[in-house]
C-alpha cells in the first residue's frame, strides 16, 4: 500500500502569514541555515513551529536549500504579504505533487501520497463528497489506520477551504458537510502558461511540438491541477494562443500545440503584473 506522506506539518495548518515570514527570513544573511533562536526572532514563530512552517514552504515550491526558490524570489518582490490568488494557485501547483516536485511522474499518484491522490485520483472521480467518504477511499490506498488518515487528510480539507490559506482559488468549496470541486477561480492565462511550461519540462522536454490530446490528458497535468475537465482545458489553451503564449494548429487533426515562451519565470511574473 502507498504512504500516506502527510506528517510533514505536524499539527499546523497551512498559513500563508506564516509561510510569507519563513521565505523573508530565508531571504536574509544565514537564510534558513541560522540558528534557530534567530529564526524565531525572525519570523515570529515558536520552536516547534518553525521547522513544521518551513516544510510547509518547501512543499508549496517557495523554498530550496534553505534560500526562496527563483519563484519564492518573484513572490517576495511582486506578492511580499502573500495576498495574491496568483501566489494561492502557485503553492496549491506545488503541494499538489507531495514532496516530489516536477519529477518524473509515477504510474499511480498515491506513489506520491495523499495530497498527489487527492488531486490526481480522487477528485476526478469524486467531485462532490464528504470527508467520510474521501477516508474511506483513501482508507484503502493508504498504509495507515484510519483515524490518523482522518487527523492527516483533514489538513489538505483546510488548506482548500480556510481563508487563511488557499480559499481564494476556489479549488473545492464546502456546503454544509458537501465539498465540490469543479468550479474554480481560475487564474490568469499568464500563470496557466507557467503551468504548462513547467509541465512541458518535465513531460514533453526538448520537444517542440505537441500534440494537444497529450495535454488535454496528461496524467498528472494542467486539467486535474486545475480542478477542469479536460475537454474544458481547450479553452484555456485558446486562451494561452490569445495571449501568445502558445500557437494551436487545428486545420486538420492531429491538432498540436507549439510553445511560444521563453522562459517560465518570466510567465510568472508576468502573471503578478497583470
Not at 537564510?31 to 519570523?43: A, E, H
Request: aromatic content about 12%.
Amino acid at each position: 500500500m502507498a504512504k500516506l506522506q502527510l506528517h510533514f506539518n505536524g499539527s499546523f495548518a497551512l498559513k500563508k502569514d506564516e509561510i510569507s515570514r519563513i521565505v523573508r527570513a530565508a531571504a536574509q544573511d544565514n537564510g534558513l541555515d541560522d540558528s534557530l533562536p534567530n529564526l524565531m526572532v525572525k519570523t515570529s514563530l515558536g520552536n516547534g513551529k518553525v521547522g513544521r512552517v518551513k516544510s510547509w514552504a518547501i512543499r508549496a515550491g517557495l523554498i530550496k536549500n534553505n534560500r526562496p526558490s527563483p519563484e519564492g524570489d518573484i513572490v517576495l518582490r511582486l506578492d511580499p504579504s502573500f495576498e495574491s490568488n496568483i501566489t494561492d494557485w502557485l503553492m496549491h501547483f506545488y503541494l499538489s505533487f507531495g514532496d516530489r516536485g516536477l519529477q518524473i511522474t509515477p504510474e499511480n499518484p498515491a506513489d506520491w501520497g495523499a495530497w498527489a491522490y487527492f488531486v490526481y485520483t480522487f477528485l476526478p472521480r469524486y467531485p462532490k463528497f464528504t470527508k467520510e467518504e474521501l477516508l474511506y477511499h483513501s482508507a484503502s490506498i493508504f498504509d495507515e489506520e484510519s483515524k490518523v488518515i482522518a487527523d492527516r487528510i483533514k489538513f489538505i480539507l483546510r488548506a482548500y477551504t480556510e481563508f487563511t490559506a488557499l480559499a481564494a482559488c476556489k479549488f473545492i468549496t464546502q456546503e454544509n458537510d458537501k465539498y465540490i470541486s469543479g468550479y474554480a477561480n481560475l487564474p490568469n492565462p499568464y500563470l496557466l502558461g507557467y503551468f504548462l511550461a513547467k509541465l512541458w519540462e518535465r513531460d514533453f522536454q526538448g520537444e517542440s511540438s505537441i500534440l494537444t490530446e497529450s495535454i488535454l490528458n496528461e496524467k498528472m497535468g494542467l486539467a486535474p491541477v486545475l480542478g477542469i475537465k479536460p475537454e474544458a482545458l481547450q479553452e484555456q489553451l485558446n486562451a494561452l494562443e490569445a495571449y501568445g503564449i502558445i500557437e494551436q494548429r487545428r486545420a486538420v487533426p492531429p491538432f498540436q500545440v507549439i510553445p511560444r515562451w521563453d522562459e517560465p519565470l518570466t510567465l510568472l511574473g508576468k502573471a503578478y503584473d497583470r
